[in-house]
């Protein structure tokens, strides 16, 4: 599908960079074509309890990115154009191939610059028989106006709230305007989806989970965004405080993010969350920050 409602692969405005690119002819900025690479496809165990459950999550991960985070875990793959192309056929395939392998959900890995591709794949995989939730798993730098387009179609929405401060963002995610987007665009993915709902098992159904990587030596960033997703979005959200940071890609040669987090940053940022009201938290126990809970691809 390559336009719909104003949107155009022959000239991409999809996510914030609307670096224009006529992707039938090369990437965009983001390194994605006009079909998306699929990097790995994979029964995905270490997401949290209600999107991994028992026999794990369908993980779909495109290759490619709308940001330069410099400690990315999937530097592999977003930083490069790995993978093979699938249209909006195979992909409902592929999502079809997973529920038969057992996976609680269909886990689309950063999914942003595929929008009107999976705009078309999940009603034909949902026409074939496909009955288990589809989790959109977003680092949140995304256009109100796109997400849209995926109304309806999103059972839960899991995005990854990084950085409140333009100045970090830039820094450790080489776009200032992250927040600018990314707040408007958490709110209208809880508009689409509202709170969490799970089955009798525990599993998502629908709604919104935040997750919030804790980052060595940036606790005030984390109590700002904590902050705003009370303040905006309310205490009864379902928050995910990770603490799997490692440093990894980049950062191993940046002297503030080198190290993992220690124990009393990370009880600070979920302390301060338990302040501001929120009850239901997802927490990682220290095991989490290895470089072994990292897919390989
Ligand atoms: S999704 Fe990719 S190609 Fe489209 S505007 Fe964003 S960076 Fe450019």
Redesign the pocket.
Known sequence: MPERDGFSLKS????P???G?N?FIGP???L?GALPRVALVMKHHWEEPPISGTAGSGAVFFSGC?MRCVFCQNHDISQKSAGEEKSADALADIFLYLQLQGAHNINLVTP??HVLTLAEAIPLARKNGLTIPIVYNTNAFERVRALKLLDGLIDVYLPDIKFYSPQLARLWGGREDYFSFAAPAIAEMDRQVGALQTDESGLAQKGLIVRHLVLPNMRSDSYALIKWLRNHIGSKTRLSIMRQYTPMHAARFMPSLHRRVTDREYKSVVDYALSLGFTDIFTQKKEAASAAFVPEF
């Open positions: 991409c405005s999809l996510c960079i609307r670096c690119a992707r965009g900025a983001c994605a709308n942003a610059p």
